[in-house]
């Protein structure tokens, strides 16, 4: 075993400390202007050069002492969601509405750590490691913008590593799953022009609301009777916007919603179901209906060779028996996958649970959403010695 955990555990305070300074100052997508300048300061700190790869991402870059051409590089996304958090902590969130309920300042605190345990290793070290602080996953934009600008941020990377909380999941444990790990996820807008009316002649108009409802009851018939049952897909509506009075035929609404399919074959068929649901019960009452997409990310898939080598990683830094091979397939989306269509990467889960300490075995997502802190030093020592290893090798 290699030292990697027993020098994470001398830095705990450091990395607890910025956890929860980032979980204190969560900043949405694209706005994460002080978790980057607070990277920034560390960085500098740690004497590791660092750039600007958008307005709000930030790259650092490690040379060892010699050059073996080898380049890894590490990813952390930085991100928070608009929740109200309701954990009474000491570190609870400082700015209204917005929360870190993803894991991403424990993400982004790690990596930081593992910065910090490299940087000591600095002459030992024969190549180079590319820290990429990515703004903006939970918008799926963050992965795009980097893998787009690739000399800045992956340079000539050949290995890309990400690390991802995971509640279901005990502290110490690390799922690393061959193949499909995460869904594909595509964002939709449905627009649905009717005409308004007095609701005591609806006959007059055409009633959006009584469309857009009716669509959004007709999308779950595409999951269970138009795709298989042995391959899961996921059709959600979370926002229905219609209406502007209580005696109003509503001439307009707007629907928001997600797709989440394992296979691209599936989601072009189910993205295409869902259009054509959209525009024919549209049409059928008389009105008109507009499905605009975004691409998220596309399905998560971890090569099985590039497994092999972070699960060595893990054994040699917490021993063996520490890693869960058949974690299920988690339908949300990371654009992590972006990463692993420009090289050879491998994106695992760490174990933040502990049924000891309240709220650590909460959902993603949730406003109560917590985690073991003691899982910190874990993802710094597996950060680090995923570099090393490949870029000594």
């Known amino acids: 075993m290699n030292t990697y955990?027993?020098?994470?555990?001398?830095i705990k305070e450091y990395v607890v400390g910025l956890r929860r300074y980032f979980h204190a100052n969560p900043e949405l997508s694209l706005k994460e202007f002080l978790t980057s300048e607070k990277i920034e300061k560390e960085l500098d700190e740690l004497g590791i050069e660092h750039k600007r790869a958008t307005e709000t991402g930030v790259i650092g870059i490690l040379r060892g002492k010699e050059a073996s051409g080898r380049v890894a590089a590490l990813r952390a996304d930085i991100d928070a969601l608009p929740i109200y958090e309701k954990n009474d902590v000491p570190y609870r969130s400082q700015n209204d509405g917005v929360m870190h309920a993803?894991?991403?300042?424990a993400h982004t605190a790690m990596l930081l750590g593992a910065a910090k345990l490299l940087a000591a290793k600095r002459d030992e070290l024969k190549g180079e490691v590319r820290f990429l602080f990515q703004p903006a996953e939970e918008i799926g934009k963050g992965g795009k913008l980097y893998t787009e600008r690739r000399s800045e941020t992956l340079g000539d990377a050949a290995r890309v590593f990400g690390i991802h909380c995971a509640p279901d999941l005990g502290t110490g444990i690390v799922g690393v799953k061959k193949g499909i790990n995460n869904a594909s996820v595509d964002h939709f807008t449905?627009?649905?022009?009717?005409?308004?009316?007095?609701?005591?002649?609806p006959s007059k108009g055409v009633d959006a609301l009584y469309i857009a409802s009716q669509i959004v009851v007709a999308l779950q018939g595409i999951v269970s009777r138009m795709t298989s049952p042995l391959e899961p897909v996921v059709i959600g509506v979370g926002k229905l916007e219609a209406g502007t009075g209580y005696n109003i035929i509503a001439g307009n609404a707007q629907l928001e919603g997600t797709t989440r399919n394992i296979s691209e074959e599936n989601r072009k068929k189910v993205n295409g179901l869902v259009e054509e649901t959209a525009n024919s019960i549209a049409r059928l009452y008389g009105g008109k209906a507009e499905v605009v997409w975004e691409d998220f990310a596309s399905v998560l898939i971890n090569?099985?060779?590039?497994?092999d080598e972070a699960v060595e990683v893990i054994d040699d830094v917490l021993g063996k028996g520490h890693v869960k091979t058949d974690r299920e397939i988690y339908l949300s989306g990371d654009d992590f996958c972006?990463?692993?269509?420009e090289c050879q990467g491998v994106y695992v889960y760490l174990g933040t649970g502990n049924a000891d300490k309240e709220n650590t075995r909460n959902p993603y997502h949730t406003d109560n959403f917590d985690i073991d802190e003691d899982a910190l030093t874990i993802g710094a020592a597996l950060y680090a010695a995923y570099a090393e290893k490949y870029i000594n090798s």
């Open 102 to 105: 993803c894991g991403h300042d």
């Open 303 to 307: 090569p099985a060779d590039i497994c």
């Open 338 to 341: 972006e990463y692993q269509k």
């Open 190 to 201: 449905i627009n649905i022009e009717g005409k308004s009316a007095h609701v005591c002649n």
């Open 5 to 10: 955990l027993s020098d994470a555990e001398k």
